[in-house]
């Protein structure tokens, strides 16, 4: 089975402050991505990456940077966390190719920023 | 730009009822698409998938999807939902000409009354 896990399940963080979301998977993906999820607006993309240091914006990356010095991890770095961070994030990987990209998900990580 | 448009946010439905969940689709290329379901309090899971072949796609628990090239969609049915179908449903597509980005629709709600 495919695995991808989120290092914590629940953060509550002070605005202002530096904020790191690792994701980890276990199954040699090329691509992996940072979603964030609220209500009525679906999964929107914040970044995502097809190999190691390699990275592209998605659709919402302003206040986000991200790390992929490794195959296996995939960070989300909040520079200076605000209360419009709040938020579900969700991590995913896939392969790359022109079929069978299925994407698995973590658990999420539900940041608070107070 | 790759887009995903669902055309309804809350469906309510009664048991045994039909389902038909909308999804449009902005990219003319090649696309894989996709339908993912959150139940209350779980992660994403993969409902189907489409990449080639048979434009009618079966997927778990009774849903399938067909592919309609001309309209740019990519409908879920189940014929006869039950209680244990509430939940959110998400469509996604990706292509290669866009490096595998998965980009998602803004989901439907789906109550299903017993």
């Known amino acids: 089975d495919v695995k991808v896990t989120q290092s914590s399940r629940y953060l509550v963080k002070r605005t202002g402050e530096k904020v790191f979301l690792e994701c980890v998977q276990d199954m040699d993906h090329e691509n992996m991505f940072w979603y964030r999820q609220d209500p009525g607006l679906g999964l929107r993309l914040i970044y995502f990456s097809y190999d190691v240091k390699m990275k592209e914006k998605g659709d919402i990356p302003e206040g986000y940077s991200v790390s992929r010095e490794k195959k296996e991890r995939f960070s989300l770095i909040l520079e200076s966390a605000s209360t419009n961070q709040t938020s579900m994030y969700l991590c995913?990987?896939?392969?790359?190719?022109?079929?069978?990209?299925?994407?698995?998900f973590g658990q999420g990580t539900r940041l608070t920023v107070v | 730009a790759q887009s995903v448009s669902q055309h309804n946010h809350h469906v309510i439905l009664s048991e045994a009822a039909s389902l038909e969940l909308g999804c449009n689709y902005s990219y003319g290329g090649t696309v894989n698409l996709f339908w993912y379901v959150q139940y209350p309090g779980q992660h994403l899971q993969l409902l189907l998938k489409y990449f080639s072949g048979d434009p009618l796609v079966k997927g778990i628990k009774g849903f399938e999807a067909e592919f309609i090239k001309s309209k740019f969609s990519f409908n879920l049915r189940k014929p006869s939902v039950q209680w244990s179908d509430t939940a959110e449903y998400f469509c996604a597509s990706s292509s290669m000409e866009y490096g595998n980005k998965l980009v998602f629709g803004a989901g439907t709600i789906l109550r299903v009354k017993s």
């Open positions: 995913a990987s896939s392969l790359t190719g022109l079929s069978d990209t299925e994407a698995f």
